[in-house]
Each structure stands twice: as C-alpha cells, then as structure tokens.
C-alpha cells in the first residue's frame, strides 16, 4: 500500500492518535521526530498552511489534521473499523470526537493554565464538558461498545495527558470521585497494548510540563 510515514512530536496527543490508528490497523511506517517549535523545512514543506504537526506522508502525498487522517487511515487500510460502519453510529462518532476537540480540549486546558477568575470560569466550563462525557461512557468499556474506536482514539488526551497536567499543576480536577466511569475508561485505554505502546514515558511527560508550565501553548 505504499510508503507511510508520520511527521510528529513525542509529546503531542494529537501525533499519538496517528500512530494509534495505524498500529490498531497493522500498517508499518516511519516515524520522523521534528522540532515544533523551530519548524523544520520538512514539516514547512509538507504542512505550509498549518505548520503543525502530525502529517502523514503516503507515498509521498501528505495528508494533516489528526481527526481527517483518522479517517484517512480507516478508508484505506484494512483491519479493524476506527468509525463504525453504521451510518447513525458514524454521525454519533463524529458528533462525540467533535465535542471532545472543539469543547473539551479548549476548556480543561483554559482550565489547567489559568489563574484567578478565568481559572474558575473555565473550571466550571470544562467539569460541565467532562460530565456530559461521563454520562455518555457511564456502562460501557470504550465509547464505542466493547472495541476501540474513532472517539476514543480522539480522547486519548483526557485519558492519559490530562490527568498527568492536572496532578503537576495541582488542580485535581480529574478523579475517580468527581468521573468514575471517564476514570475507568481511561485506565482501560490505557492498558490497550496498541494504546500503551504509543503513549509517551510519564516521567519525561512530567519533566516537559514542568519546564513549560509558563508556557503552555507549547504543548
């Protein structure tokens, strides 16, 4: 099926979805380490409107955006189905990976890095998001069913990122008091041998956090 190559950062959830997605599919590939945030031509080349990563080179075209190449992945390689094959389950797993991106990503990381009356506005806003994820993954193993798919490759975030930003940055808003059910899906995403081969080490997740805890737009 061709060349396939994955230009990303060790750190970036976003990177990790890619590589999720493909070892989930069986597709070898390469893996390019480039720096972020002295953009490397090879990223400037690949992804000049965006300039981010992760991109997906396939035989040479590249493709950007980790949600479409999700997608991408799961149209062209065979193996197990990333989006359902039931149109209603499809729109359903759009829908959740869509409210997971534009309202819960932006929120807990408002809420993990800001200060005073901003921090508590987007405390409330993003405990609001994660309940409403917790109702919807209350009773089931993943947010599919029983298999990993689309929504929870999205979510990987909240299930290993950002309870380690939340314990540096003290705030404790993740916990199995607050979320049971996001909890328990998470360490169950977590424990996935695919899942867990691609996750970065902890420690050096940590160390990063704390160097740039000024910084936050860097992660």
């Known amino acids: 099926m061709g060349e396939v190559k994955v230009i990303g950062g060790w750190f970036s959830p976003f990177v990790k979805r ?32 965006h300039k981010k990563v992760p991109v ?19 149209e062209v390689w065979e193996g197990p189905n990333i989006l359902p094959k039931d149109p209603y389950e499809r729109a359903m797993a759009r829908f959740w990976a869509n409210f997971i991106d534009e309202k819960c990503a932006p929120a807990t990381r408002k809420a993990l890095w800001s200060r005073g009356e901003e921090r508590e506005k987007a405390v409330e806003e993003a405990t609001q998001g994660l309940k409403i994820l917790e109702s919807e993954v209350k009773g089931k193993k993943f947010f599919g069913g029983d298999q990993i798919g689309y929504v929870d490759i999205i979510g990987c975030f909240l299930a290993y990122w950002f309870p380690i930003v939340d314990q540096v940055v003290g705030l404790h808003l993740f916990t199995q008091d607050k979320f049971p059910s996001l909890c328990k899906w998470a360490d169950e995403l977590c424990d ?28």
């Open 56 to 74: 997906l080179l396939h035989d040479g075209k590249s493709i950007v955006e980790s949600a479409v190449i999700l997608e991408y992945i799961d």
């Open 18 to 49: 890619v590589e999720m997605a493909l070892k989930m599919k069986g597709v070898e590939y390469e893996y390019i380490e480039v720096d972020v945030v002295n953009k490397s031509p090879l990223l400037l080349q690949h992804n000049p409107i």
């Open 192 to 219: 996935n041998e695919f899942i867990k081969e691609c996750l970065p080490d902890k420690e050096r997740l940590v160390d990063r956090v704390r160097g740039h805890s000024q910084a936050p737009r860097s992660l």
